[in-house]
């Protein structure tokens, strides 16, 4: 079976410190990885995704995840943390069907 | 472009009630998905899509919930005799090409209340 784990509910950073979110997948074979944000009462916006290639992966409004094999983990990064970040993330992976975790909010503190 | 668009937003139901959840995908995609995300919770994959295909229902919690997409670009999602545990949120999304590779464009969903 495959799974992707949030191992956080919650994560609280000061604005403008770095940032990270962490996923952890268990997928056989080569892991499609995704993370997506969800704003209130709004549907999930995509912000990158892993296929194949460079480990780092860079999406929209400065975010990036690190894709790595040896310790299945896909853990979302931002240098410098925006309140505005403030939100649901997802992260969603598999092999032949995709999953989503279920969710880490993340609250940044002016 | 247009996004993913779902109607209605909120719909409240007594039990017992059917309903009907109606999602435009993006223009042009190929493949369509129905997601349930309850309270708290990542969504949960219902059914997808390809075209008008229905190519899996596996997440389908009953036999009062059927989907259909029959001329391969609306959907829309029926669920009979709605219960209490049927409420929740309804999302879809799109892709533009099939494969669990392509990114899912979601709309905003719709929240559904079964009193």
């Known amino acids: 079976a495959q799974s992707v784990a949030q191992p956080e509910d919650q994560v609280n950073v000061a604005e403008g410190n770095p940032l990270t979110v962490k996923c952890t997948y268990s997928v056989s074979g080569n892991p499609y990885l995704f993370w997506y944000v969800q704003y209130p009462n709004r549907g999930l916006q995509f912000l990158l995704k892993?296929?194949?290639?460079?480990?780092l992966v860079k999406g929209s409004y400065g975010f990036e995840a690190e894709f790595n094999k040896s310790q299945t983990s896909f853990h979302l990064k931002k240098p410098s943390a925006l309140v505005s970040d403030s939100a649901l993330y997802f992260c969603?992976?598999?092999?032949?069907?995709?999953?989503f975790g279920i969710g880490t909010k993340l609250q940044v503190i002016p | 472009g247009a996004g993913v668009s779902q109607s209605p937003r909120y719909k409240v139901a007594k039990r017992g009630q059917d309903v009907a959840l109606r999602c435009d995908p993006i223009s042009g995609h190929v493949s369509l998905f129905w997601y349930q995300q309850a309270l708290g919770q990542g969504p949960e994959f219902l059914t997808y899509?390809?075209?008008?295909?229905?190519?899996?229902k596996s997440g389908l919690p009953s036999d009062r919930f059927f989907a259909e997409r029959p001329e391969g670009s609306v959907s829309t999602l029926k669920i009979q005799r709605t219960q209490q545990e049927d409420s929740a949120v309804y999302l879809c999304?799109?892709?533009?090409?099939?494969?669990?590779?392509?990114?899912?464009?979601f709309g905003p969903g719709t929240r559904l209340l079964v009193l």
């Open positions: 899509f390809q075209n008008e295909a229905q190519l899996d």
């Open positions: 892993y296929i194949t290639g460079d480990n």
């Open positions: 969603a992976g598999g092999y032949q069907k995709v999953t």
């Open positions: 999304a799109s892709s533009l090409a099939s494969g669990p590779q392509e990114t899912q464009y």
